[in-house]
């Protein structure tokens, strides 16, 4: 079965930084479409991040407006592991983040608190 794992949230004062981290497991990772959502309390989950592997093996990344130009998805392929650095924080980014591969599995997640 696969197994994500997210790890590097915490409480972060606005404008500063976190970089959170996803471990894969039993999963073809070279090959899979890795993303981060988050959901905000009392709203609906959204998609922050997403880096999608094409058939040929090349990757697009795209970006929620609201991330745009502050967060960044990359990827370790040989450490099964997906990235979310995340500049420039604010509340509004206060959420449980969570990790996602293929569209179908999900991770734990792991809470981002931005206050001072």
């Known amino acids: 079965q696969v197994q994500l794992v997210e790890s590097g949230g915490g409480l972060v004062q606005p404008g500063g930084s976190l970089r959170l981290s996803c471990v894969a497991s039993r999963l073809n990772f070279r090959w899979s479409t890795m993303s981060w959502y988050r959901q905000a309390p009392g709203k609906e989950r959204e998609l922050v991040a997403t880096?999608?592997?094409?058939?040929?093996?090349?990757?697009?990344?795209n970006y929620a407006d609201s991330v745009k130009g502050r967060f960044t998805i990359s990827r370790d392929n040989d450490k099964n592991t997906v990235y979310l650095q995340m500049n420039r924080l604010n509340p509004d980014d206060t959420a449980v983040y969570y990790c996602?591969?293929?569209?179908?599995?999900w991770g734990q997640g792991t809470q981002v608190t931005v206050s001072s």
């Open positions: 880096h999608i592997i094409s058939g040929g093996g090349s990757g697009l990344i």
């Open positions: 996602n591969a293929r569209g179908t599995f």
